[in-house]
């Protein structure tokens, strides 16, 4: 799943805005007790990065949501935008990886991605742009056990390669990023059982 937000980071790369606090706001915790996800994405000042706070209750152990989170080969199913994903080097204990994406948006050139995740399985995972055509990307996904859930929370400072207007952008986001987050809970209900 990571690698879900990361693929969906160009996309919020278009909006824009300096880190957000994981402290979820009160709308936020609102729509994670009807079940459903939290996404807000707030542009900076001057529009050239963006900041995205996301978050989901998963019903699933930790180490599932975790296998799914780390799952190259399946993010791109998980992600409709994604058309590859490739460790490109890792650490032999497991602590970090180097990945690769490609994505490709309908009205956009693909953007390649190629980031540094460093774990702290399977609670938290931080990210930062090594390559690829992305200006700024940078990040972290928390897995907090919540009850009897696990509260998966995203939060990411991005900017785009390009220029597009910023409500086309938050548009995008606010379509994709549930629907990646929905696909992370289904998957990892489904590898729990």
């Excluded at 994670?32 to 996404?39: A, F, H, S, T």
């Excluded at 602590?95 to 399977?122: H, L, N």
Aim: with cysteine; aromatic share 6%; proline share 7%.
């Amino acid at each position: 799943m990571r690698t879900v937000f990361l693929i969906l980071a160009p996309c919020a790369a278009l909006i824009a805005a300096p880190a957000v606090a994981t402290d979820l706001p009160e709308r936020a915790q609102a729509a994670l007790e009807r079940g459903w996800p939290y996404v807000e994405v707030k542009p900076d000042g001057d529009g050239s990065s963006g900041v995205i706070l996301a978050a989901i209750d998963v019903s699933a152990p930790q180490a599932a949501v975790w296998s799914v989170m780390t799952d190259c080969d399946l993010a791109t199913k998980l992600v409709a935008n994604l058309k590859s994903c490739r460790i490109l080097d890792r650490d032999p204990q497991g602590r970090w990886d180097i990945r690769e994406e490609i994505t490709r948006m309908t009205f956009a050139p693909s953007v390649r991605t190629v980031y540094r995740e460093d774990f702290d399985p399977p609670k938290s995972m931080t990210f930062h742009r090594t390559d690829g055509d992305l200006k700024v990307l940078e990040g972290q996904w928390r897995l907090v056990q919540h009850g009897d859930q696990v509260r998966v929370t995203y939060e990411a400072r991005v900017a785009a390669p390009f220029a597009v207007p910023g409500w086309v952008a938050r548009i995008a986001m606010r379509h994709d990023v549930p629907m990646a987050l929905l696909a992370l809970r289904r998957e990892a209900m489904a590898r729990a059982q």
